[in-house]
T-cell receptor, first 110, second 114 residues
Framework: GESVGLHLPTLSVQEGDNSIINCAYS??????FIWYKQESGKGPQFIID?????DKRQGQRVTVLLNKTVKHLSLQIAATQPGDSAVYFC?????????FGTGTRLTIIP | GAVVSQHPSWVICKSGTSVKIECRSL??????MFWYRQFPEQSLMLMAT?????????EQGVEKDKFLINHASLTLSTLTVTSAHPEDSSFYIC??????????FGSGTRLTVV
């Protein structure tokens, strides 16, 4: 991910709607990507991952899409719930290190 | 599943003192542990990587004499912030990685230096 110390972008979504969170990464050699959810005052929580030999992976209510051509990753959350409100980070792995993206604050509107 | 315990969850210390933060992998052997720092409304920035029994590898711009890392066993790594100053106030998070489990994060430590 590209982390440049900027303040978090925000996304507000109506409860029940789908949300899409985007992330750009810079290292074309990254071979593994992870989406994390971070609630206030807590550590990141694993959501879903994808390897570079795939372009889509689905989990429960979440889907990750990987576009290696443009170095772009997205997280789709279906039927959002109030508990989905958090900050979401993408991370990419190279040489065993994870680099985190800027993050997006997702707010679910009741 | 993999669990990483980080302690303390928050600490307040006086300027000039040292603070130690512990990171333990509870149910797996962590060959590698990572320490991150996170300022409010910002992303996680990797500070250092430690492998059990070896010296830690620090990221550019991180002072190794200020942030002492010890990874004495496969289940424990410690970060000591020496001679802490108010600008060291931050949220410190560890992550552990092992053969069976990928990157599992601790719950973080909120350090406030007054």
């Amino acid at each position: 991910g590209e982390s440049v110390g900027l303040h978090l972008p925000t996304l507000s979504v109506q409860e029940g709607d789908n949300s899409i969170i985007n992330c750009a990464y810079s290292n074309s050699a990254s071979d593994y990507f992870i989406w994390y959810k971070q609630e206030s005052g807590k550590g990141p929580q694993f959501i879903i991952d994808i390897r570079s030999n795939m372009d889509k992976r689905q989990g429960q209510r979440v889907t990750v899409l990987l576009n290696k051509t443009v170095k772009h990753l997205s997280l789709q959350i279906a039927a959002t719930q109030p508990g989905d409100s958090a900050v979401y980070f993408c991370a990419d792995k190279k040489n065993e290190k994870l680099t985190f993206g800027t993050g997006t604050r997702l707010t679910i509107i009741p | 599943g993999a669990v990483v315990s980080q302690h303390p969850s928050w600490v307040i210390c006086k300027s000039g003192t040292s603070v130690k933060i512990e990171c333990r992998s509870l149910d797996f052997q962590a060959t590698t542990m990572f320490w991150y720092r996170q300022f409010p409304e910002q992303s996680l920035m990797l500070m250092a990587t430690s492998n059990e029994g070896s010296k830690a590898t620090y990221e550019q711009g991180v002072e190794k004499d200020k942030f002492l890392i010890n990874h004495a066993s496969l289940t424990l790594s410690t970060l000591t912030v020496t001679s802490a100053h108010p600008e060291d106030s931050s949220f410190y998070i560890c992550s552990a990685s092992g053969q069976l489990y990928g990157y599992t994060f601790g719950s973080g430590t909120r350090l406030t230096v007054v």
